[in-house]
């Protein structure tokens, strides 16, 4: 019986699950598929319902981090296999090659001569980094990574000339290390819901029309334009913003599942546009306002701004307009009719759709939708935490990822 | 560590080399009174730079090391020499090089002081020893026998933990007792399926390592983490000893009495909890007991969303009703059920079940607002104002449920505190309305405070479970409304809460935020003149007072806030690795400058959690402000001790800015108001400044958020400004 856990996914959930339990004495092995920690909740501008910043938590969990010997974290990883039995598992770990090594001090001086751009993921693309480039500024490791898919390798070698601290291996290989654990954590996370497959939103095709995603980095002030929430075309400053809710959930064409967090999140964003802009205006178009629980006096504070407008109604399409505008039709339920409204900015609320639905979870099931059953069908020993479990916003997945971590050491305690 | 061996190594990589000249660096460290030895090294973190540090660890017996290089925040495992050494960090990169003008003499005497301060740090502090107590349990309490506190108690003994589980009534089971039915539990999540209580009942009553004690109620709680001493009311008022507590005491249905206006009192009017009652009698009846009922309305938020009720959502009443309405069809295939919502809100999946519902055509949805119910007749009607309509409508009913909301059971409104306002701490005003639960023997009151509508919730959504009393968590309905799954998952995260906090207090170390921190407040008590400020405004209630008025510490209940530290007008209370000293000698360890050098110079007290982070990525963007300033970080602003305050001053120092967290409602002190109370003891100062004739405006508080490092620069310089307009200080030499 071996008492080690290994978490998988070093999001919020993840690192959450890794940390409660490290604290309460066991080993951990936390493996993250991207070269940082802190998954989607580190791209995020503010949380809901406080509107205080994602990094605030992070930062103090990184310290936990810092602070305890029992976690292992690897980046740039992914578990390859799991094979053995619950108590008794034995996992592969492939760790991809950063090409920088932990010499790296991240002063940036490889950036400044690297004449490769990429899209930054971190950003959705809104901007580019070179082939080399640190994650983010306050990415956990605070160490630069190389987009080998872009670089030009040695050929170029412009990077290498001058690290002054022999911190670049372009012939870096990637690696292997197994791990023996009692327990998997599953805390493989969400991604967006792709918000192009619903046709008639105008997404992909009418520059000014953006997911909520790209609306956190948009208002960040480390995002691609230093925080300004801006139309997407021109750069120019926003005025008439719209935010369609259930875009691709309570659909089933899409996601039948309600994802829980978006009518929060355009309560918070609508918050972010009415802030940065006194003159705008804000529409909401919605099926059901849904603020379960304490969040209620979150909807009542933004619902008393007569700037944001709640329309109880489906969106019915999404058209480009003049210069550049989105022009958004709606039923209004409440109102009686039709709406159409032309916008700077078009935000399509979409939902979460578990990671696990399109990658490899071994010794666990999925269920129709993509989220990782929380008992019976996995093995025992191996638990979802988080978004992996069901579609949470932060402080539920973080919740469900301290019972994960009980859960974990259950599965190995001696009595 | 009676002896300290110090070694100071300074990093000239990282364009620090460029930025300042080193070789004057090492001549400042080299003459700090304990004679350090000092090396300079070009990449200090590389591996020959580690080696250099860890040589003269085992070759000179150095024990004590000064790392002069980058942010405590990177690099952190590189200068990791093992517990016996202990470590400090000199920020030269972020706080120097990448924020100041390279070459400059006013960049240099920035770092020149950084290595002064960071020596006279190190000279004042020393490892701290954990506290470790003899005979810690390590068993769980867990108060409330429903389903959050069966799962608490279950999650909590399968991880190896004795559990001493206490319910008020005769039976375990609680509030779900009464439900024949619970909301779907797994995929498909279509339908409600049998209430599996009973199993989790059987689940604890046959678990050996638990023991449950019904009709129970606790009579008082003493001590602390690790060592809580119980004594229980109940026949025989068994005394025990427990590690740490998990509070499950579910909550009460909203008092359907005070309804009227949606037709309570009627006859047929009745709450969603005795419908549940009538869905286990099998029959749909009126009140008589006989006459079938066929047309049954559904008041959403009776009570809930409502501000002359229940402000809140109560989460649970859409998915309840829905229930009940299949309930409905199920009972009398004839019988109609009318659902009148303001919103339906079936989070997640949820809505599979919604979506099921939907599609029967005898479950009718009205999207409206119930103005009132009356009886005509011997029907009842509902009054609608239908939203969709956008008129009213009058809808028949044999039967009207009213879908009450949850107030948690911690929450009772005739608990009033008999004290003048005027003379209520803030711990007074915290226990209004708490139903006497947990009856802690602390001297800040008996009950958990709650962060709104009498919940005892986490203010933090990065830390659900943190509460203001460390080793007491709480889980399900008390904790906020939700529905039985989530109340099951609750529970086992506050059941590891627990585990961990007695895992922590075993080894002397602080839980959360400061989780492994090994030092805790130390009271100088023959000094103390009993003000009792430790004890007003420690956040976490971790001391109480003696009949005299004199402290009694309880370090297993303390976060290490050092909220204390800083209240304390004697300076008495110091942890071994911070402390009143270590920070008044940074504080007078700097080069100041002559009045008629015409060099300003600033002092920046800095939270750690926020703040400092923030100055990192100034650094890191290479954001320049004012060279004149030094930042000191402190655990948390509320840790500021006056006494620095007057040390700088009467040092020469210009001015002093405080950078704290955010307060007010959206709190984000991690100590809870460790800001505003530097806010409050700064406004003391500009009192006695304004008095010494001294300009208020040199002592400054703001506050910075963790993401906001763009405004260091208009903080940081604009203090300066204000600065420059005033004399400078007239201390200066003294």
Request: with cysteine; net charge negative; hydrophobic share 35%.
């Amino acid at each position: 019986m071996n008492d080690s856990i290994l978490v998988i996914g070093g999001g919020i959930g993840g690192m959450t699950a890794a940390i409660e339990a490290a604290e309460c004495g066991r080993q951990v092995y936390l493996v993250e598929r991207e070269p940082w920690l802190g998954g989607r909740v580190a791209r995020m501008n503010k949380y809901f319902p406080k509107l205080c910043p994602p990094y605030c938590g992070l930062e103090i969990n990184f310290r936990r981090i810092r602070a305890n010997p029992n976690i292992r974290f690897f980046t740039s990883s992914q578990v390859v296999s799991i094979s053995g039995k619950p108590g008794d598992f034995v996992a592969v770990i492939k760790t991809d090659p950063r090409y920088v090594n932990q010499k790296c001090v991240a002063c940036d001086d490889c950036v400044k001569v690297c004449p490769v751009s990429r899209p930054d993921r971190f950003n959705y693309g809104m901007s580019q980094t070179g082939a080399i480039y640190l994650p983010h500024q306050m990415a956990m490791p605070a160490r630069h990574v190389i987009d080998m898919d872009v670089c030009e390798g040695s050929s170029c070698g412009e990077c290498v000339k001058v690290c002054k601290y022999d911190a670049i291996e372009l012939d870096m290989e990637d690696s292997e290390t197994t791990v023996e654990a009692g327990s998997v954590v599953y805390a493989t996370g969400w991604k967006p819901y792709d918000a192009s497959k619903i046709a008639n939103l105008g997404y992909g095709k009418i520059d000014n029309v953006i997911s909520n995603v790209e609306m956190e980095r948009l208002a960040a002030v480390n995002g691609p334009t230093s925080g300004g929430i801006t139309r997407r075309d021109n750069g120019e400053p926003v005025r008439t913003v719209a935010f369609v809710q259930c875009a691709g959930s309570r659909d089933e064409n899409h996601l039948p599942y309600c994802s829980s967090i978006c009518c929060l999140a355009s309560l918070k964003q609508a918050r972010y546009v009415r802030d940065q802009y006194p003159d705008s205006e804000v529409y909401i178009f919605y099926i059901d306002l849904r603020a379960p629980g304490k969040y209620e006096s979150f909807y009542n504070k933004v619902k008393a701004d007569p700037n944001i407008h709640l329309v109880k109604g489906k969106v019915g399409r999404i058209d480009p307009g003049e210069g550049g505008a989105a022009i958004v039709t709606a039923e209004d339920i409440l109102g009686g009719g039709k709406m159409r409204v032309s916008c700077d900015l078009v935000v399509l609320a979409t939902g979460m759709e578990p990671t696990a639905k399109s990658c490899d979870v071994p010794m666990a099931s999925v269920d129709g939708e993509g989220f990782i059953a929380q008992n019976n069908q996995s093995a025992p020993g191996v638990i979802p935490a988080g978004v992996a479990a069901g579609p949470f916003d932060v402080t539920t997945s973080i919740q469900s990822a301290t019972g994960a971590a009980l859960k974990a050491i259950q599965a190995a305690a001696t009595r | 560590m009676s002896d300290k061996k110090t070694g100071v190594y300074i990093c000239s990589g990282c364009s620090i080399g460029e930025c300042v000249d080193v070789a004057s660096l090492e001549k400042v460290a080299a003459s700090a009174p304990n004679s350090p030895i000092v090396k300079t090294h070009p990449f200090l973190c590389g591996p020959d730079g580690a080696d250099l540090v860890k040589k003269d660890i085992s070759e000179e017996g150095v024990n004590t090391v000064s790392i002069a290089a980058c942010s405590a925040r990177v690099n952190y495992d590189i200068f990791d020499f093992g517990g016996d050494v202990m470590v400090d960090r000199i920020d030269l990169r972020e706080r120097v090089a990448w924020s100041h003008e390279p070459g400059d003499g006013e960049t240099q005497e920035l770092a020149e002081d950084y290595i002064r301060m960071g020596l006279a740090k190190i000279g004042e502090i020393s490892l701290p020893e954990p506290y470790k107590i003899e005979s810690t349990s390590s068993d769980i309490m867990v108060v409330g026998g429903g389903i959050a506190g069966l799962s608490a108690a279950k999650n909590a003994a399968m991880a190896g933990h004795k559990v001493v589980l206490v319910e008020k009534e005769n039976r375990l089971g609680g509030f779900v007792n009464n439900l024949p039915r619970i909301f779907p539990q797994k995929a498909p999540h279509k339908t409600p399926e049998p209430s599996d209580i009973a199993e989790h009942v059987k689940a604890v009553k046959d678990d050996p390592d638990i023991t449950v004690h019904l009709n129970t109620t606790i009579e008082s709680v003493s001590g602390g983490p690790g060592m809580f001493d119980v004594t229980l009311r109940n026949g025989t008022g068994s005394k025990l000893r427990v590690g740490a507590i998990v509070l499950a005491t579910g909550f009460k249905p909203y008092d359907v009495g005070k309804l009227s206006h949606l037709g309570a009192g009627l006859p047929n009017v009745i709450s969603s909890v005795e419908f549940e009652k009538m869905a286990a009698s099998g029959k749909l009846a009126l009140h008589d007991n006989v006459t079938p009922a066929q047309r049954i309305v559904f008041v959403q938020c009776a009570g809930s969303r409502d501000e002359n009720h229940l402000p809140y959502c109560s989460s649970v009443c859409c998915a309840t009703s829905l229930k009940q309405a299949a309930y409905v069809r199920e009972m009398d295939q004839d019988a109609t059920a009318t659902i009148i919502y303001k919103d339906i809100r079936t989070t997640g999946k949820t809505e599979l079940f919604y979506k099921n519902v939907q599609e029967d055509p005898g479950i009718f949805l009205t999207k409206g607002e119930v103005t009132g119910v009356r009886l005509s007749g011997d029907e009842l009607e509902v009054c609608v104002e239908d939203s969709l309509l956008g008129r009213q409508v009058v809808i028949k009913a044999d039967v009207v449920v009213l879908a009450t909301g949850m107030v948690p059971a911690t929450f009772d409104e005739s608990v009033t505190i008999d004290k003048p306002v005027d003379q209520m701490q803030d711990w007074d005003r915290e226990q209004v309305g708490k139903a006497p639960t947990l009856k802690l023997d602390y001297r800040q009151g008996p009950e958990l405070p709650d962060l709104g509508y009498g919940f005892p919730d986490s203010h933090f959504i990065c830390f659900p479970y943190e509460t203001r009393r460390t080793g007491i968590y709480t889980a399900g309905a008390v904790r906020h409304p939700q529905d039985t799954a989530t109340a099951r998952n609750d529970a086992a995260g506050a059941a590891l809460k627990a585990i961990q906090c007695v895992t922590m207090v075993e080894r002397g170390e602080a839980v959360s935020p400061r989780a492994g921190d090994k030092s805790y407040p130390q009271f100088a008590l023959d000094r103390c003149t009993q003000c009792k400020r430790c004890t007003v405004e420690c956040p976490f209630g971790a001391i109480n007072e003696d009949e005299k008025a004199y402290p009694i510490p309880f370090p297993t209940r303390c976060r290490r806030c050092a909220t204390c530290m800083g209240a304390c007008p004697v300076q008495i209370i110091n942890f071994a690795d911070y402390s009143i000293p270590m920070i008044g000698s940074m504080i007078k360890s700097v080069e100041m400058p002559d009045e008629d050098s015409g060099k300003l110079r600033a002092l920046a007290f800095i939270c750690e959690n926020d703040a400092m982070p923030a100055l990192d990525m100034a650094g890191i963007n290479r954001i320049r402000y004012s060279s004149s300033v030094r930042f000191i970080q402190l655990r948390c602003m509320g840790s500021i001790n006056l006494q620095w305050v007057a040390d700088a001053l009467s040092f020469g120092w210009d001015g002093i800015i405080m950078i704290g967290c955010k307060h007010g409602d959206d709190y984000q002190c991690h100590n809870i108001k460790g800001s505003e109370l530097a806010e409050i003891r700064a406004s003391k100062v500009q009192e006695t400044l304004d008095r010494l004739m001294l300009e208020s405006d040199r002592v400054v508080v703001e506050s910075l958020a963790i993401n906001e490092y763009r405004r260091i620069p208009e903080i940081i310089d604009g203090f300066m400004q204000g600065l420059e307009a005033l004399e400078p200080n007239p201390y200066k030499g003294f």
